[in-house]
């Protein structure tokens, strides 16, 4: 499995900003996909997770400002951000956990930056 992570940027605070995960097979085939985030100086962390039923879980710090979603036809996860905050800066990282396996694959990871 391949992942192809896109849409980080600069953002001032309150903007919005959409993070997309292309996978290189079918979702189906994933057991789930997951948004991960690394800010500097801070452990990697799950912000957001979508099983393949369609499940989603988000951390409470996010609730109410991110979704995850997906595109089934595209084998896309997406990762909408509303209301940034500057402390949602970091690394944003798409990994993906296939049927059948026990370790996550990673996609490289796209930069979110908010400024205040």
């Known amino acids: 499995v391949q992942l192809q992570a896109s849409g980080g940027g600069l953002v001032q605070a309150g903007g919005s900003l959409r993070l997309s995960c292309v996978a290189s097979?079918?979702?189906?085939?994933?057991?789930?996909m997951n948004w991960y985030r690394q800010a500097p100086g801070k452990q990697r962390e799950l912000v957001a997770s979508?099983?393949?039923?369609?499940?989603?879980v988000v951390q409470d710090s996010v609730k109410g400002r991110f979704t995850i979603s997906r595109d089934v036809a595209k084998n896309t996860v997406y990762l909408q951000m509303n209301s940034l905050k500057p402390e949602d800066t970091a690394v944003y990282y798409c990994?993906?956990?296939?049927?059948?396996?026990?370790?996550?694959?990673w996609g490289q990871g796209t930069q979110v930056t908010v400024s205040s």
């Open positions: 990994a993906a956990l296939p049927l059948g396996t026990y370790g996550l694959t």
């Open positions: 097979v079918s979702i189906f085939s994933l057991n789930s």
């Open positions: 979508l099983d393949n039923t369609g499940s989603t």
